[in-house]
């Protein structure tokens, strides 16, 4: 079995996105670590980009600082392939497709597979071009994790067929962020898939509250939660580890509830 679907295998999976390097990539070591411990299926650990376009200003301002603490994308690999060994959670980039070809294709999937990457989320690169990256994806083992919206309606079926690892549901139209409610019909979004593949398929952006997570993971195999961590890094910065692993705790428990 993939090491993606091992998260979703008989339960329903919780999924945690850190920005790597905020504050430090010592920070990111030890967040990966008490996350893990704290009950996270799955890990999504965010590339700093200068033009994030899907993310709100929680992650974006997370980059920037990121970034002028002086992160890389090789001291990022170099420090995921040292802990390969403590860590028993598939973990997935979410990055954008300019970091990807700064570095390389090949040398990006390269790295990827060598430090225990499962796979990749890029969601400035569309369906139709999906096959940018593919080729270089399908030599390494790295799986293309696909994003479905609530607007694509007639390609949700499309984009399922295909679909590779899970299916990031989008919630809500606009970037990422925490929402007071969730109004998309998740349900109607979940039907299609099921009708051409039994992929597993986690809700993303806005789920912010550990009834927020039940009830998207009620509707679905997974909940997904990014900005409210990365809000509870810049609080308390340096001091933050037991503060998101106690967060991760309550969301877990709350979606090994739905």
């Known amino acids: 079995m993939n090491r993606i679907r091992e998260a979703f295998d008989g339960k329903k999976a919780f999924i945690p996105f850190i920005t790597a390097g905020d504050p430090s990539l010592e920070v990111t070591r030890q967040l990966l670590l008490a996350m893990q411990e704290a009950g996270a299926d799955l890990i999504e650990i965010g590339i ?9 200003p929680v992650i974006q301002e997370a980059d920037v600082r990121a970034l002028k603490a002086g992160f890389t994308t ?10 390969q060994d403590e860590m028993h959670v598939p973990m997935v980039f979410m990055t954008y497709a300019n970091p990807i070809y700064v570095y390389g294709k090949e040398r990006f999937m390269e790295r990827c597979a060598q430090s225990g990457i499962c796979g990749i989320i890029v969601p400035d690169i569309p369906y139709e071009e999906k096959e940018e990256f593919r080729s270089a994806c399908r030599k390494y083992g790295i799986e293309q994790v696909s994003l479905i919206a609530p607007t694509s309606h007639e390609r949700i079926q499309m984009i399922a067929k295909e679909a590779e690892g899970f299916l990031y549901c989008v919630s809500s139209l606009g970037v990422t962020g925490v929402r007071k409610a969730i109004t998309t019909d998740i349900s109607s979004m979940i039907e299609k898939v099921r009708e051409v593949t039994d992929i ?19 509707l679905s195999d997974g909940a997904i939660t990014g900005s409210a961590i990365v809000k ?4 308390y910065g340096e001091n933050c580890v037991p503060e998101v692993a106690a967060y991760v705790k309550r969301m877990k428990e709350a979606v090994r509830q739905a």
């Open 48 to 56: 700093p980009f200068s033009d994030p376009i899907a993310e709100g």
């Open 74 to 83: 090789d001291a990022l690999f170099a420090m995921i392939e040292e802990m």
């Open 200 to 218: 597993p398929c986690a809700v993303g952006f806005g789920i912010a509250t550990p009834e927020q997570a039940k009830e998207m993971a009620t």
């Open 232 to 235: 509870i890094v810049a609080q």
